[in-house]
């Protein structure tokens, strides 16, 4: 995936972009075993990728949270929320998403 359009929008890079009909790409956590006012700014350095395969299709509204893999060829359906890797040729959907079915190889 190209973050050549991608915009990163506040302090824990959730990454938009106009056309992307509401797909948040949402690369920063909380350590929530942080007690107190420290836990808004407690926020890894590291293990915040988010890898999409090629081909993959990831439906409006759907957010995913890192940190992530969606296979190549996958699908993730319109207001999934993804918070683990999805296979290569899968098909995701719900909240949070669970693999529904997985796709034949051409």
């Not at 797909?23 to 420290?38: E, Q």
């Not at 040729?89 to 190889?105: E, F, I, N, S, W």
């Amino acid at each position: 995936m190209s973050l050549r359009k991608w915009l990163v929008r506040g302090p824990f890079g959730r990454l938009v972009r106009d056309d992307a009909h509401g797909v948040s790409l949402l690369t920063g956590r909380h350590d929530v075993a942080v007690i107190g006012p420290g836990r808004k700014d407690a926020v890894p350095k590291d293990g915040r990728d988010i890898v999409i395969g090629e081909s993959a299709w990831v439906s409006s509204n759907a957010t995913i949270i890192v940190p992530c893999r969606i296979g190549k060829q996958a699908v993730v359906a319109a207001g999934a929320v993804v918070t683990s890797d999805v296979p290569d040729y899968a098909v995701v959907a719900g909240v949070p998403a669970p693999l529904v079915r997985t796709l034949d190889k051409l």
